[in-house]
């Protein structure tokens, strides 16, 4: 019990010693026109525990002490009391834990409500430059001193207001980001970070040359240009990546705004200053706007991807039945094959033609039964080899036998290609030869595939062209050619949705004589890509009608 004690007071002995210290380093950059003590003073109240605010509290009446000590002659006994009894942090206290427990500035299960958060940021200006009006009110003013009471008030206006800006929601920022990323992960994205890079290679200069320009500037509309300019990478942040961008801009802006000023009489920089905390104020409201619509289309896209994957798996659930169906086959045709042998063999006294006329039943329904098995699952494809399942497997033979002249080429390496792919594409193709044959029955059909990578991403393309010479329109059958391709669809819209399950589409369009279907499947085993391949955007050959 008494250690636990020990180590309580010791964590309180801490924060005092680390507020005190960093309220003092801050102290020394803080002007009347920026007040980035304010900053440090809200975000500390927004989230160190409340078990610790009373620290804080101590923390920030060290410093002060030591200024009434130092001052107190100067200033006077009443400034003095006031000082110490209006302690900033004190104050703004009811502030902070009202929009924290009221109004959920900072909800449990991460993010911030940007609008409570700048409301809290507002009320904690009035809050602060009230306290600061009071102590100047009772202050003992040297002789022949003067002074506008309303020009120092907007000043610690927008000076409390800036200075919250500038570090508040960078503090915001890098807290939800170290607090959704695994700590192993941290560095890596933070190098990959796109918001990192762009801060540091594109805004860092571009401030860097507004800083310059505004320095050296000949004119004052130049110096003023430039200084209104800064505000600039603050929308173009905020577009990019909502709050988190217009949080990092800001801040980078507000500093450069300050080291742009000719010291605390320099009117313009003041003007400057207003712009930029409203450019930044109106940047945070939009750009949180920004966050909610984009994790919005990160969900979509998550949902969509959870459709896909769930629709290539119930493909997958049905090409497993379809092959335990097609083995099922296989074994009856065995089956029915060794009866008939036996049943032949019981029958040897039956006449000749009889005979041969039984042979040539049980040779029959054996083919027919390796038809429909081949159908449903091809012998080429259980050795894992599309091009030969293409060229020599049922549909090839299923079109020679109908008298349609087919023969499919094939270009790429097909290797990376996983076997999931290899079925789609093959059973895209039984489809597409299927809704060729619907209309005007074809006598030439060509299907070239073409394989390939893109930015690490597979894909296989299928460009099909059937067209149609009467002269040849008579030796074409097609009594159950259809039945043997295998379609499973149908239809163009089947299809086009077995393409989609692997992120590609299907495309149709008619030729002299014929038409022409080509199609992209992307790999489900790599990362999608939507990039159009340049291959099939270069083709003019299929919207010209050549062959």
Request: proline share 4%.
């Amino acid at each position: 019990m008494a250690g636990a004690t020990r180590e309580a007071w010791l964590r309180q002995g801490l924060a005092v010693a680390g507020y005190a210290l960093a309220y003092e380093l801050l102290h020394q950059v803080t002007f009347t026109y920026w007040v980035l003590v304010a900053g440090f003073r809200l975000a500390a109240l927004m989230f160190v525990p409340r078990r610790y605010w009373a620290a804080l509290a101590v923390g920030e009446l060290i410093p002060l002490t030591y200024l009434v000590a130092t001052c107190e002659a100067q200033y006077g006994w009443i400034w003095a009391i006031v000082t110490l009894a209006f302690i900033p942090i004190v104050v703004a206290m009811p502030v902070v834990h009202w929009c924290l427990q009221v109004w959920r500035m900072v909800p449990a299960r991460g993010g911030v409500r940007m609008g409570v958060l700048l409301l809290c940021i507002l009320l904690t200006t009035f809050v602060w430059t009230a306290d600061n009006a009071l102590g100047m009110a009772v202050t003992r003013m040297p002789v022949g001193y003067t002074f506008s009471f309303p020009t120092l008030i907007g000043k610690w206006i927008i000076g409390n207001f800036l200075g919250m800006l500038t570090l508040v929601p960078l503090v915001v920022a890098v807290r939800e980001a170290w607090r959704s990323t695994p700590p192993a992960q941290r560095w890596s994205r933070l190098l990959d970070s796109r918001l990192a890079i762009e801060s540091v290679f594109l805004l860092g200069p571009t401030l860097c040359m507004l800083l310059w320009l505004a320095g050296h500037a000949d004119g004052e509309s130049t110096r003023e240009a430039a200084r209104m300019g800064m505000f600039l990478p603050v929308i173009f942040l905020a577009l990019r990546h909502g709050w988190q961008g217009a949080a990092i801009g800001g801040t980078m802006a507000s500093i450069a705004e300050v080291l742009s000023m000719n010291g605390p009489k320099d009117v313009g920089a003041l003007q400057a200053e207003v712009f930029i905390a409203f450019a930044i104020t109106t940047m945070l409201l939009m750009g949180s706007r920004i966050t909610v619509l984009n994790q919005r289309d990160a969900a979509e896209r998550i949902q969509v991807q959870e459709a896909l994957v769930i629709a290539r798996r119930n493909i997958t659930i049905g090409e497993a039945r379809l092959r335990v169906a097609a083995e099922f086959l296989e074994h009856v045709r065995e089956i029915i094959h060794v009866g008939y042998d036996r049943m032949l063999t019981q029958l040897r006294h039956l006449p000749a033609a009889d005979s041969r006329q039984w042979q040539r039943q049980a040779s029959i329904a054996q083919d027919k039964l390796f038809q429909l098995s081949d159908g449903l699952y091809p012998t080429g494809w259980r050795d894992k080899d599309l091009i030969v399942a293409l060229r020599q497997g049922p549909l090839a033979r299923a079109l020679d036998e109908a008298g349609i002249s087919y023969w499919c080429q094939a270009q790429g390496n097909f290797a990376p290609v996983s076997s999931d792919l290899h079925l789609a594409v093959y059973r895209l193709v039984g489809e597409c030869l299927t809704l060729a044959c619907e209309d005007l029955p074809p006598t030439h059909i060509q299907v070239r595939l073409r394989a390939g990578q893109r930015r690490g991403q597979a894909w296989v393309g299928m460009r099909l062209k059937a067209w149609t010479e009467p002269g040849r329109l008579a030796a074409v059958r097609l009594d159950d050619v259809r039945i043997r391709l295998g379609s499973a669809g149908l239809s163009w819209t089947a299809a086009a949705d077995r393409a989609k399950s692997y992120q590609g589409r299907v495309r149709q369009g008619r030729i002299e004589g014929g038409q022409w279907i080509t199609a992209v499947l992307l790999d489900p085993a790599e990362q999608a890509n939507q990039d159009t391949m340049p291959w099939l955007a270069s083709d003019r050959s299929l919207s010209s009608g050549q062959r």
